[in-house]
């Protein structure tokens, strides 16, 4: 052990033991009780909780600790999301301790995390910019949730807001205590031991911040607020995501993160017992906004409605209200004493009272509505919730489909055609890159691109076509038709001759179809002087497989049927 990690663990014991000292005068009170609900709910309200990490990537207890925890928390699921690429096929949903287990992904992205919810696995890494793994996961059938979005740390919080993200996470504990590491670490080992939810949930702020960014996503697309545990049972003094090894203690544990809050999603009928069929109805229901949280450690167990009504038609958390006529909001709470009932339209309060339910006239106009319910004494700068509910959407079918639709590019004025039988290859050592003509393929005459990365030898493998030019002056995008073999990911990259470069990774099915790569959209590619390329400098086009989404030792087939320059 060095000098430095020996001193750091003196001055950390020291704190603890100062902590240790004070610890019964800064105990959490514990978490208060809530009454009856004065209405009976419309269906079973289940608990649980999301963003869990276990021995397959971060955290340290495998799926049966995990739910063993969960049970003793009484919880009813819980979503694994450990790290990875989306490749590997999940686990089969499947009830442990009487804990539905539920799989998901989390996933590196140039742009923040991304959790996965739903998707089918991949035949390739997902990998790259945010845009470019939130159209896999889309493609794959799944939702995009933006993990940790307020993270302390840069290398973690998501910056890729001009995204229509599926989801966000309002919350998320991992982020929360570690914004305030020192303060939390002894309050964590000392005062958590005794009062282990009520303490993380003295640890909890109110994330401005993200509350803003999540009002303000909503005005443009349906989008979910998750709270996220973010557990991992899992505190290492170097606080390294990667690699996962290293001295560590096992806290906060997972049941004080699953007991600290909670999830709940409203059910029309008890779960089935059938975990496939239980799992797709708990996952619809979370993408589709059809929950709220909770924070046990606060008070609990608490019960909560939000509806909304026009003309006979209701709607509840996460529907669309489309206006008939008018427009009244329903809400109801099972509060501790003096909780206040905030109801929010785009974000901002639009009415406060201590009412255990509330009926409520709003404008015809089209809005956001969603509730936060503060209790007396809460904690925090500025205080946490003690329950979020998600959002209802009046008047803004309309509004949300006409932002989904694609940004019209303008039309294509000119074509240059490119030779595509002038490319040259280019590859790392080991790996293969041919060109060849080839037959007519679906109708079509196509030139083939074989390409094979090295196997066994570190990272940095790639294998390239690279067509030489004298600038794209001019010119404001590239167009080409291809295909591959199966799905994959391959880069479209301008280059000059000093070396530096921008690209876009563009997705390859089995069949042909036009894309369009425009030069306003590529990204520099490691150290470059300029944000944009400088078209007039550019002397290659290149298009490239490497290691982003592509394993080392394997290898595929393009088939290129024309490209362009367009104007």
């Not at 514990?30 to 608990?47: C, M």
């Not at 799989?103 to 959790?115: F, K, P, Q, R, Y």
């Not at 206040?340 to 339910?357: A, C, H, I, N, Q």
Request: hydrophobic share 45%.
């Amino acid at each position: 052990m060095t000098r430095p990690i020996r001193l750091t663990i003196l001055g950390l014991l020291l704190v603890l033991a100062v902590l240790a000292a004070v610890t019964p005068w800064l105990l959490p009170p514990p978490a208060a009780a809530t009454p009856a609900p004065h209405w009976q709910p419309q269906g079973p309200i289940i608990r649980g909780a999301y963003h869990i990490h276990s021995t397959a990537s971060d955290g340290t207890g495998g799926l049966d600790e995990i739910a063993a925890a969960a049970a003793r928390a009484g919880l009813q699921f819980v979503i694994v999301t450990d790290h990875g690429d989306a490749t590997r096929v999940p686990t089969p949903p499947r009830y442990r301790f009487g804990v539905l287990c539920i799989e998901a992904v989390e996933i590196n992205t140039s742009d923040g995390h991304l959790v996965a919810l739903g998707a089918a696995p991949s035949a390739y890494p997902l990998a790259g910019t945010g845009r470019a793994v939130l159209e896999d996961v889309h493609r794959l059938g799944g939702a995009g949730v933006a993990a940790h979005p307020g993270s302390p740390r840069d290398s973690l919080k998501w910056t890729a807001w001009d995204l229509q993200l599926d989801g966000l996470e309002w919350l998320n504990a991992d982020s929360e205590w570690r914004d305030e590491l020192l303060a939390s670490l002894g309050r964590l080992l000392v005062a958590g031991a005794l009062r282990p939810a009520e303490t993380l949930a003295s640890i909890l702020d109110r994330p401005e911040a993200v509350m803003d960014r999540w009002d303000a996503a909503t005005r443009h697309a349906r989008v979910v607020g998750l709270a996220g545990a973010d557990a991992h049972a899992r505190l290492g003094f170097r606080q390294q995501t990667e690699p996962y090894e290293g001295w560590h203690v096992k806290v906060p544990s997972y049941e004080a993160s699953f007991r600290a809050f909670a999830l709940r999603v409203p059910l029309d009928a008890p779960l089935s017992g059938d975990p496939v069929r239980d799992a797709e109805n708990i996952t619809m229901r979370l993408r589709g906004g059809r929950t709220f949280t909770i924070v046990d450690g606060l008070a609990t167990p608490g019960l909560f409605e939000f509806t909304a009504t026009s003309a006979g038609r209701t709607a509840r958390m996460g529907d669309y209200l489309d206006v008939v006529g008018e427009v009244m909001l329903h809400v109801r709470m099972a509060a501790p004493q003096g909780a206040r009932m905030v109801v929010l339209k785009d974000g901002v309060s639009l009415f406060d009272t201590t009412d255990p339910e509330t009926h409520l006239g709003v404008t015809t106009e089209p809005a956001v509505y969603r509730v936060e319910i503060h209790t007396p004494g809460a904690t925090g700068h500025p205080p946490i919730p003690w329950l979020v509910s998600n959002p209802i959407y009046v008047g803004l079918r309309d509004v949300h489909e006409r932002a989904r639709a694609t940004p019209r590019r303008p039309e294509i004025r000119g074509r240059t055609a490119l030779d595509v039988g002038a490319w040259v290859s280019e590859t790392s050592s080991g790996s293969e890159s041919t060109l060849d003509a080839a037959a007519p393929a679906d109708g079509e005459m196509a030139w083939s691109w074989r390409f094979e990365l090295a196997r066994g030898v570190p990272a940095g493998q790639y294998a390239a076509l690279r067509l030489p030019l004298a600038g794209l002056e001019g010119h404001d995008r590239i167009e080409w038709r291809a295909r591959a073999d199966g799905p994959m990911r391959a880069w479209l990259q301008v280059r000059t001759p000093g070396g530096e470069r921008w690209g876009r990774t563009v997705y390859l099915g089995d069949t042909f179809r036009t894309e369009e790569v425009f030069f306003d959209e590529l990204q520099p590619i490691g150290v470059t002087s300029m944000a944009a390329p400088p078209l007039g400098a550019i002397d290659a086009v290149l298009l490239v497989v490497d290691t982003l989404n592509t394993r080392p030792g394997t290898g595929g087939r393009v088939q290129i049927a024309g490209m362009s320059l367009g104007q």
